[in-house]
């Protein structure tokens, strides 16, 4: 679970980890900091390479490790991580809607 900016800067993340264990969902949070993406920063000229080293910290290695039976949670920060790893992060609301079933969705 990549927790994202935001969530670090205004919503916090205890309801999000409380959901989940709520539901079942062992989480893996590494402490990754920002991703590297930080809204338009990463694509604007001259950043790439700072965005690519500052995801190459902590949050893409942990995502490239993970298990391909692991699912990469991120709420943001996902189009870093699918460039960089080519791992699919899901919105954690759409983690949810598959333990539910199908018809949930």
Not at 10 to 21: C, K, N, P, S
Not at 54 to 60: A, C, D, N, Q, S
Not at 77 to 101: D, F, K, N, S
Request: charged content about 20%; aromatic content about 4%; overall charge negative.
């Amino acid at each position: 679970m990549q927790v994202h900016c935001h969530h670090h800067a205004v919503l916090g993340f205890d309801d999000d980890l409380t959901l989940m264990r709520a539901a079942g969902i062992g989480a893996e949070v590494p402490d990754s900091g920002c991703c590297g993406l930080a809204g338009n920063f990463g694509f604007e000229t001259g950043h790439y390479d700072l965005s690519q080293a500052i995801g190459e910290r902590v949050i893409l290695p942990a995502m490239r490790a993970a298990g391909a039976d692991t699912a990469v949670v991120a709420d943001g920060c996902r189009t870093q991580i699918e460039q960089a790893t080519r791992r699919r992060p899901l919105h954690l609301a759409e983690l949810l809607a598959e333990g539910l079933g199908e018809d949930a969705a």
